[in-house]
């Protein structure tokens, strides 16, 4: 190995070890679909390799926080010397308007896609207004 390959391996080392904190708290933004009807939205985030357990969906002052951490699968006997790829940690966050009744979210998550339902309130529904004649 010359010297010029040595002191680059060195200092990517030592920018990695600077930026090793920082580096973790890196979101990255998951794709989201959002589909609106009469009943309400219905939300779609892509968040692969994320489980269950390392899922949390959150309302608070009017907002929904998605927060999630990918799990990057390692074979036990592999003996790591080196990694550049760290598991992804997603983040959103959205702004709810009143009119959706953040009590009654149905959350799923499936192949790495997280469905939310979040339904209108009753009173924020269309209704359809019936006209007599006289």
Do not use: C
Not at 43 to 65: E, Q, S
Not at 107 to 115: D, I, P, T
Request: hydrophobic share 35%.
């Amino acid at each position: 190995m010359n010297d010029a390959m040595q002191i680059a391996k060195q200092d990517n080392g030592e920018v990695g070890r600077r930026n090793q904190d920082s580096a973790r708290r890196v979101s990255i933004t998951p794709a989201v679909d959002i589909v609106e009807d009469s009943h309400g939205i219905t939300l779609w985030a892509d968040l692969p390799g994320v489980p269950r357990d390392r899922l949390d969906v959150n309302v608070h002052d009017g907002r929904l926080y998605i927060e999630a951490q990918a799990v990057v699968p390692t074979p036990g006997d592999l003996r790591l010397h080196h990694a550049e790829i760290r598991a992804p940690y997603f983040a959103r966050a959205f702004t709810l308007s009143e009119h959706f009744d953040t009590s009654r979210i149905d959350a799923n998550l499936q192949g790495g896609v997280l469905k939310l339902s979040i339904p209108r309130r009753e009173e924020a529904r269309p209704r359809r207004i019936e006209v007599r004649a006289e």
